[in-house]
């Protein structure tokens, strides 16, 4: 159900309000309001989204706490008003006394986009997560990738932390600041003088062009809506401590998946967002900052990294490395114990992508990893 008021019933609940306001403050005001909702009615139900948060008993500035919800308790949606420019819902709440009251709707998802975030995550159900994530600064939280008032899904908090399940490089053809719910400004201008004077020969950088927009999954202790995009500037990426010191400021890793079965794969210090991962065998998909595209389509990866670890030595070593490929998600590693096989879509020499099979086996003390034939990478004829 769309929750916007028509006009007729803006005016109507103005004019109830103001004249309570006249005779008797928010008893009345409440009382007024409620007699309009039982004319009018709303059919709708919505789901909390903050931690906790109060159903009041008017949505004027003094008003009394009736009932305190959190996240993930749903309530009927009554009526709604919006009042000194903030958007409250009337609802009522199914405790066992039916509390009935107001609460800002920034507390709330309502139904309908809980099930278009619902069926972003039906459609995600079957791939594996190919990176996690975390927000450095409160985002919203989108149902497709781009900045758009019908779009938004609600704003999630500062350090929520999530799945990545795929990402999208999206053109600039507006420069965006930090925070994507501000109103997007207008690409400036470029200097000929200094475009003149770059390096011809240097390629294209991928900020320069593009903006990322990450596709995620939430827990339902974060969110009740689980799924949807964000905005790649206030995101980010949570490599394993133990891998994380062998990318380059050139090359970033952007997924990542174990060879090895561990009980946990991060462990959480205590008093602290930081995570431990327990050092271990990884096949890693990396990146460079270079522009790529085919057919206006970026690769997800263009370097490949199989990194076993020793246990007796307690150090890791390369299995294999390549570079130079033009791959796209998502990555899958299959299997348990000591054989495993990993998935990786590669675009091969005639320009076409295909599925790569690497079996992953025990060798020794180690792991060993066999390269399917027909690898095509840049430069190879």
Not at 11 to 36: H, I, K, P, R, W
Not at 45 to 73: C, F, H, M, P, W
Not at 164 to 192: H, L
Not at 326 to 347: A, C, E, F, N, Y
């Amino acid at each position: 159900m769309n929750f916007r008021l028509k006009l007729s019933r803006v005016a109507l609940t103005g004019a109830l309000a103001g004249a309570a306001f006249l005779f008797g403050g928010c008893s009345m005001l409440d009382s007024a309001v409620e007699n309009f909702t039982s004319v009018v009615g709303m059919n709708d139900t919505a789901t909390v989204t903050a931690n906790t948060a109060q159903i009041r008993s008017s949505y004027a500035v003094v008003a009394a706490d009736l009932l305190e919800v959190k996240r993930g308790d749903r309530l009927d949606v009554l009526d709604q008003v919006e009042f000194e420019k903030v958007l409250w819902y009337r609802v009522r709440a199914h405790d066992e006394d039916k509390t009935e009251g107001w609460i800002e709707a920034q507390n709330l998802i309502t139904s309908e986009l809980l099930e278009k975030s619902r069926e972003i995550a039906e459609q995600d159900k079957e791939l594996p997560a190919q990176a996690t994530g975390q927000l450095r600064a409160a985002s919203n939280l989108r149902l497709s990738p781009e900045i758009s008032e019908s779009n938004l899904i609600y704003r999630l908090d500062n350090g929520s932390p999530f799945e990545i399940i795929d990402w999208e490089y999206v053109p600039k053809d507006q420069n965006i600041s930090g925070d994507d719910s501000s109103t997007p400004q207008p690409a400036k201008e470029k200097d000929p003088a200094i475009e003149a004077a770059k390096d011809k020969a240097e390629p294209e950088k991928l900020e320069e062009k593009y903006d990322i927009w990450y596709r995620v999954r939430l827990d339902p202790s974060v969110s009740p809506a689980p799924s949807g995009w964000l905005f790649g500037r206030q995101v980010e990426l949570q490599v394993p401590s133990d891998i994380v010191f062998y990318q380059s400021n050139t090359k970033k890793f952007v997924t990542w998946q174990r060879l090895d079965s561990v009980a946990s794969d991060n462990v959480p210090m205590t008093g602290s967002n930081i995570k431990i991962s327990r050092p271990g065998s990884w096949v890693i998909l990396s990146r460079t900052n270079e522009v790529k595209a085919r057919d206006g389509v970026e690769p997800d990866f263009d370097g490949i990294l199989f990194l076993g670890y020793d246990k007796i030595r307690q150090e890791h070593y390369t299995i294999r490395r390549i570079e130079g490929v033009w791959g796209l998600l998502p990555l899958k590693v299959v299997g348990s114990g000591d054989s495993r096989t990993v998935s990786i879509q590669l675009m091969n020499q005639d320009g076409k992508m295909e599925e790569k099979i690497f079996p992953v086996a025990k060798s020794g003390a180690g792991l060993k990893v066999t390269v399917p034939e027909g690898i095509y990478t840049e430069g190879k004829k």
